[in-house]
């Protein structure tokens, strides 16, 4: 059944061609449209590159090794030494995840990758995301032993829009022979959407929302599309070196 629902899309696709969701230019080759996206734009879709801070991912501009922000935030790998209380008192954040990678900036013609992605459901996508986060792990030796987990969807989310895009982007994962370890160890309780908030509400709207529903690998890469305040991402790694994990890093397509 699989073969042939494939070579339906696949004859659809040559006799009805579709169209590049960045340049609108009709998709002719194979990999154009398996990607939905041109050659001239995919191969003019870069990941950045630079000096990048060595704890969140973000470009450096005049800082080096450490942007200032993340020099301001005590570090650690187990979440038992943070004195949380302490650093509330002072006004300082935590940061539960040992490092960030971060691809594409959420930004002009990348914000509309996403958004072709994430809102109009151009499922195509997710093999080009998927070449991407592969390439990053391969470059990256200490995400070769690191179990893949998604971020969990707010409760409600997949009834309303009817789909997970990063449950979605784990599983082309796993079919594009990533080799990581597939771990769906965290679960989400109904929550506000955090689109409106800020980072210190956004953690509190999270509180105790994030929570672990299957044992945790020692080492953990979490995955998620887009990063704004980083609350997210920080939630989870904090449920996960509760639970036991040693080492939480994290990748996210997008950073805005």
């Avoid at 609108?24 to 001239?40: G, P, V, W």
């Avoid at 020099?71 to 030494?81: F, M």
Wanted: net charge positive; proline share 4%.
């Amino acid at each position: 059944m699989n073969i042939f629902i494939k070579t339906l899309f696949w004859v659809k696709n040559y006799f009805f061609p579709g169209a590049c969701v960045l340049c609108n230019k009709s998709l002719i080759s194979l990999n154009e449209i398996k990607y939905s996206l041109c050659d001239d734009c995919r191969s003019s879709i870069n990941v950045i590159k630079g000096e990048k801070c060595g704890l969140c991912g973000k470009p450096l501009i005049t800082e080096e090794g450490i942007c200032v922000r993340c020099r301001n935030i005590p570090q650690t790998t187990d979440a038992n030494e943070k004195n949380e209380k302490s650093c509330e008192a002072a006004g300082i954040e935590n940061y539960f995840y040992d490092r960030l990678w971060v691809l594409f900036p959420y930004t002009g013609r990348y914000r509309k990758l996403l958004t072709s992605y994430k809102f109009k459901k151009v499922l195509s996508l997710a093999d080009f995301f998927c070449r991407k986060i592969i390439e990053c792990i391969t470059e990256n030796p200490v995400l070769h032993n690191a179990a893949i987990v998604p971020v969990p969807p707010r409760k409600g989310k997949i009834k309303h829009s009817g789909w997970d895009q990063v449950d979605y982007l784990v599983k082309r994962l796993k079919k594009n022979s990533c080799g990581s370890k597939i771990v769906k160890c965290l679960k989400r309780k109904k929550s506000k959407i955090q689109k409106q908030l800020n980072r210190k509400d956004r953690i509190e709207n999270l509180k105790d929302r994030i929570f672990i529903c299957n044992n945790v690998p020692e080492t953990v890469l979490v995955i998620d599309d887009v990063i704004t305040t980083g609350s997210t991402m920080e939630v989870c790694a904090k449920a996960l070196k509760e639970a036991g994990t040693r080492t939480v890093y994290g990748l996210c397509l997008f950073y805005d």
